[in-house]
């Protein structure tokens, strides 16, 4: 969490990367295989995965997440990780796009939301 003048403006939350180890043979079904192969592989787990991240509109000029996510990038490689993925940037987030080029990151996907108005 980041905070200015004792008040929370920004925040990211990181986890282990489950997807990389989830048994593909159950399909996401939740059955007594689903958690013996998932115990079984939990020591190969080696990635983390940022699900959110965010700032206060009124802060977001002023940098503040870039030592968010150097913090979290440097958290990560300290507790054993190899690496990591930053999930559902949009493609015209240039703040997070910067950041994630200043970690030395690589974009993988582009996310776009499109709108179209529906008449009836």
Excluded: C, S
Aim: proline share 5%.
């Amino acid at each position: 969490i980041a905070e200015w003048n004792a008040e929370p403006v920004g925040f990211v939350l990181g986890i282990p990367d489950l997807y990389a180890i989830l048994p593909k043979a159950t399909r996401g079904r939740l059955t007594p295989r689903f958690f013996v192969e998932l115990g079984l592989n939990w020591r190969r787990l080696d990635q983390a995965r940022v699900m959110i991240a965010g700032v206060l509109p009124a802060f977001r000029r002023h940098g503040i997440h870039l030592p968010l996510f150097h913090r979290v990038a440097r958290e990560i490689f300290a507790l054993g990780y190899r690496g990591g993925e930053i999930a559902w940037v949009m493609a015209d987030n240039r703040a997070m796009g910067k950041a994630l080029q200043l970690l030395g990151a690589q974009r993988t996907k582009v996310y776009r939301l499109y709108a179209k108005r529906l008449h009836q």
